[in-house]
């Protein structure tokens, strides 16, 4: 493992949304299990990352009600945002999982999935010398996996923590982990990241 000052761990929404049982979205994780364990896991990686003194970053949505960023949202999950009223007010809070004093929050993305598409994140990362980083969070097959491609195609050592991670279902997982992370990335355990320090 590099210099944990050169490292960082990014934490994909990690909003009341995606987890908390009154979250809009909540309803479209058909395995519950699978989340359960991934919002534990996150919290010893988080743990993990703070002892070891890496760079921890928060990255979440927070939409205006109209949701004009979308567009026409006619499909994809444009159209689930705004069919789920998603990300709005308090549903765009951080659920158990607040930023620590001085952990950078990026919150400009425009619609995106990715957390590097019209957003501070790039610049933050290289103006820090961070080369290594570690994504993990909700949903793996949509804002993680985007996060990741384009953190690849930007030339970052990219760690995907897929069992602090969650898709719809385990059958998601399943496949992220054989058929698409092995392109971009090295997909890691929660136990794997703690064993790495």
């Not at 995106?112 to 019209?118: A, D, M, Y």
């Amino acid at each position: 493992m590099t210099d944990p000052s050169n490292s960082a761990l990014i934490l994909i929404e990690y909003v009341n949304d995606w987890l908390s049982p009154t979250g809009g979205i909540y309803p479209v994780f058909q395995d519950r299990e699978q989340v359960d364990t991934a919002i534990a896991n996150s919290k010893i990686i988080l743990e993990e990352a703070r002892r070891r003194g890496m760079h921890v970053i928060h990255a979440a949505l927070k939409f205006e009600p109209t949701f004009k960023v979308l567009g026409e949202a006619k499909y994809g999950l444009r159209k689930m945002t705004r069919d789920h009223g998603a990300f709005l007010g308090e549903q765009a809070e951080f659920f158990c999982f607040e930023p620590a004093e001085g952990e950078h929050v990026v919150r400009e993305r425009a619609g995106g999935s990715s957390v590097f598409v019209g957003t501070t994140l790039d610049g933050y990362l290289r103006n820090n010398r961070i080369n290594e980083i570690y994504l993990s969070g909700f949903s793996l097959r949509q804002c993680v996996e985007s996060s990741m491609r384009n953190a690849h195609d930007l030339g970052y050592d990219t760690n995907i923590i897929y069992d602090a991670s969650a898709g719809y279902t385990r059958k998601q997982q399943d496949d992220f982990v054989a058929e698409i992370a092995p392109f971009y990335a090295n997909a890691i355990t929660a136990q794997e990241f703690v064993g790495k320090a």
